[in-house]
């Protein structure tokens, strides 16, 4: 989450696409954020939620927009690193889709 705050400030400041181009992205964001935000407190209390696959999939399906391809990547790589449990072991997390 922290990767996607940091896009959304690039977008605004940096970036030299067109203003709708760079809305729209950020909108994007918003919505990743919407379903990350919500996963991550349930993963921190034990709950149930989305599964490791269904995360990487909502992830890089935002990816296909070319503002948000690097943000995306980085965000899947950060997460591994840091993961307890490798995302590409086919263990998740279980639960909600």
């Not at 977008?11 to 996963?39: G, V």
């Not at 269904?54 to 840091?82: G, T, W, Y």
């Not at 307890?84 to 639960?95: E, I, Q, T, Y």
Request: aromatic share 8%.
């Amino acid at each position: 989450m922290f990767e996607l705050t940091l896009t959304v400030r690039a977008l605004f400041y940096d970036s030299k696409a067109p203003c709708d181009q760079r809305l729209k992205a950020m909108y994007r964001i918003s919505e990743m954020n919407h379903r990350l935000t919500p996963a991550a407190w349930q993963a921190l209390r034990g709950e149930a939620t989305y599964s490791d696959d269904a995360l990487l999939e909502f992830i890089l399906d935002q990816s296909d927009l070319s503002e948000l391809e690097p943000s995306c990547r980085a965000a899947v790589e950060n997460a591994m690193k840091h993961s307890k449990v490798s995302l590409l072991s086919g263990n998740s997390a279980g639960g909600i889709v």
